[in-house]
């Protein structure tokens, strides 16, 4: 973020980042101005949360058909494999959207905790996504407009596996979001993207955001920035907990390839309304990124 802002070192920095986005959709961001005194306070009450009893934990339980609260992700089917991990989704942002019966009250700063962080989240990923959008030669504030109301929290938690080898504590994935911001609150190794056939993991950078382009702006950018798949390994004798701040439009948006982007008539997306994607992604279960490949047209 500092070489960003340094004018001496701005455009090489600004040139590494269109790299990432539009090579590898995801990046490690460092050198931010997130306080640590707040980062250390989102880690010790998201741990202190997931220690838990069960019984005090399920007070925010997830409700049928309802993804927000404690419980687990993309259940769509009883007979379905789940995940070998646990979540607390919560809708952030904006403040008119948080429905309370779902944020916790134990730890009881948690709730404080969770709002200062959900703002100061929400303006480093509009400062990210100016630098995006300059890179694709849209005004400063064309990206940040698109994604500057909406952010969801999700917390992942994984225990401890007596054998790791046999299950995922996230399956493959791509985001159905815009942009995410990912804290790794503990520092055991388990996030992995796909890059070339292949998985490669990614070793957390103490104070790091991990960084990725979601299918939403893959779409908005006519497919100039791509979504990566990614899944979550579990350890045999470790939890690990990462927190992902999701970044999207307001309900009531039109989702397609802006027109900036799409030459010569090309379009490489449908354009439908965020609620109808919305259904199609709540109603799949996670299976690499095969919701936007049902969005691609045919050219």
């Not at 838990?52 to 259940?75: H, I, R």
């Not at 952030?92 to 200062?116: A, D, G, I, S, V």
């Not at 070793?203 to 497919?223: H, R």
Request: with cysteine; glycine share 6%.
């Amino acid at each position: 973020m500092q070489r960003l802002l340094d004018a001496n070192f701005s455009d090489e920095e600004a040139s590494k980042l269109k790299f990432a986005c539009e090579e590898w959709g995801f990046f490690q961001f460092v050198n931010h101005d997130i306080s640590e005194e707040l980062i250390e306070k989102v880690k010790a009450d998201v741990e202190e949360f997931f220690q838990l009893p069960l019984d005090v934990k399920e007070a925010c339980a997830q409700e049928s058909g309802n993804l927000e609260g404690y419980g687990q992700a993309f259940v769509v089917s009883e007979e379905q494999k789940l995940d070998w991990g646990d979540m607390l989704f919560l809708f952030t942002l904006p403040q008119n959207y948080r429905n309370l019966k779902f944020w916790p009250t134990h730890p009881p700063t948690f709730r404080e905790t969770m709002h200062k962080y959900s703002l100061e989240v929400r303006r480093l990923a509009h400062f990210i996504l100016g630098f995006m959008g300059k890179n694709l030669g849209l005004e400063h504030d064309q990206l940040i407009n698109v994604f500057k109301e909406t952010q969801s929290l999700r917390t992942n938690y994984y225990p401890p596996c007596p054998n790791p080898e046999k299950v995922l504590g996230l399956s493959p994935h791509s985001d159905a979001v815009g942009l995410t911001l990912l804290l790794q609150v503990s520092e055991v190794q388990g996030l992995q993207i796909r890059k070339n056939g292949g998985w490669i993991s990614v070793k957390p950078i103490p104070g790091a955001f991990v960084v990725n382009i979601g299918d939403l702006l893959e779409i908005y950018t006519n497919g100039k920035y791509k979504s990566i798949e990614h899944r979550a390994l579990v350890h045999s004798e470790k939890e690990r907990i990462s927190m992902a701040a999701f970044h999207t439009p307001k309900f009531g948006e039109l989702i397609g390839p802006l027109p900036e982007l799409v030459k010569d008539g090309r379009e490489f997306y449908k354009t439908l309304s965020l609620e109808d994607f919305l259904k199609l992604s709540f109603s799949s279960k996670l299976d690499g990124k095969s919701l936007l490949d049902r969005l691609k047209l045919n050219m």
